[in-house]
């Protein structure tokens, strides 16, 4: 086990420092595997929101911006390696504070620093990489005129985040913004806020200069909302429901800011008669019991060839059984609490929605027998779905998988493709030709062969249908930040002669 924890006290990061927040609120911070309140963090209201955009925009524009959004990009990434070596440095007790604020197993949130870590040096390489990408020619039709093209950084961004990954999902957006030459405001959630907290304590030791990073934790409607709709806040990046997703939108839309979202997921994985069993059920189970189900891209719908279905079912059981339910800060863990006592709550409503609606709990669906305190719920494997049922419909985020079996490819694609979003999907078959069809069928902005899952900071993530759009990560994440600059130049000696000339009189 771990050392005993301490909560480091940390008030807003704006402007290079720490700061007060306005009204000087804090909100309490819960350890939701224990439920005991163990620290608490500041709560910003529109006035920090202010402070802290008046801060990124004054970076952004100090001295022409010379020091930052116009730095060569080897400045940029200078400090985007420096912070990566910190968080390498602190990865044990930044993963500690993961777990403590968010429930998940300590092994996952190790891996998730180590994630966090490789998002800010593949950035830095970005960041590097654009300055050989400016001035890039465009061919034309004619002599007399040359154009080229800048990318420049938007200006300041908005970055709103979920609780999921707290530190991973704010670095897929604060890297970007960063390389890019943007300043920024990062809002985490509420419910997690502890180690972004703690990237503003790594900024103050590398010097990264004051008001590129600002850090403002708080509720979403006091601090996010706000910084939302922000005039001087020129883009909006967010992660989290969709609901709140289009208020964002809508917010942003006053201002014609772009925004990009990732939003929720309802994801399918299909898996054919061809498989290894065994193999393809422990796909399955990550895809859905990693991070408690608390993913957007979770893949939540199951579908099984009949020919196999009741066989990958008792095995997927017989796996299911073998997770180990514990403290996520006990060796081993492989499924701790969810976030809160609210999502809890949520999730055993979906539960028992299924089960009225008619479902089958083929296993799980309650409180594990041997923890008595904490959000926790079993693996839960639901079966005898209708695809008119909520829990085919809504997405859980919690530890929750529906199954359903089909006969052919063509009625697997069509319940794969039954819901309004399309973040993720899977195909798990040996015939490669048949995944490959399956790949194009499918309506989702990622797709996972004979896996389910892996993500990778060079290729690009998110959604499409209600799960957002716009991608993150890879070139295609810091393009979110950049906006193009047409330069075009006339080169020629000739007068351009659309006008008569006057008399030279
Ligand atoms: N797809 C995904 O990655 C995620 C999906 N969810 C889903 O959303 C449900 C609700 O979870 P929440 O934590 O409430 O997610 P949320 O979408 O409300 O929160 C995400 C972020 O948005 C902020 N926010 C909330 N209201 C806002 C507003 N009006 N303007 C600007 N920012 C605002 C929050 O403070 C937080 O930082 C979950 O049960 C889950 O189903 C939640 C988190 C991530
Ligand atoms: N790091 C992993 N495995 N997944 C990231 C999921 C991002 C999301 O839920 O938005
Ligand atoms: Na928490």
Known sequence: ????????????????????????????VVNPATEATIGDIPAATAEDVEIAVAAARDAFLRDGGRHWSRAPGTVRAKFLRAIAAKIKERKSDLALLETLDSGKPLDE??????DVVACFEYY???AEALDGKQRSPISLPMENFKSYVLKEPIGVAGLIT???YPLLMATWKVTPSLAAGCTAVLKPSELASLTCLELGAICIEVGLPPGVLNIITGLGPEAGAPLSSHPHVDKVAFTGSTETGKRIMTAAAQMVKPVSLELGGKSPLIVFDDVDIDKAVEWAIFGIFLNAGQVCSATSRLLLHEKIAKQFLDRLVAWAKNIKISDPLEKGCRLGSVISEGQYEKIKKFISTARSEGATILYGGARPQHLRRGFFIEPTIITDVSTSMQIWREEVFGPVLCV?????????????NDTHYGLGGAVISNDQERCERITKALHSGIVWINCSQPTLVQAPWGGNKRSGFGRELGEWGLENYLTVKQVTKYCSDEQWGWYQPPSKL
């Open 162 to 164: 979920a609780w999921n």
């Open 1 to 28: 086990m771990a050392a005993p924890p301490t909560i480091p006290r940390r008030s807003l990061f704006i402007g290079g420092g720490w700061r007060e927040p306005s009204l000087g609120r804090r909100l309490p």
């Open 404 to 416: 359903k079996e089909f006969r052919t490819e063509s009625e697997a694609v069509e319940l794969a």
């Open 109 to 114: 949130s190790d891996a998730d620093m180590d």
């Open 124 to 126: 830095a390489d970005l």
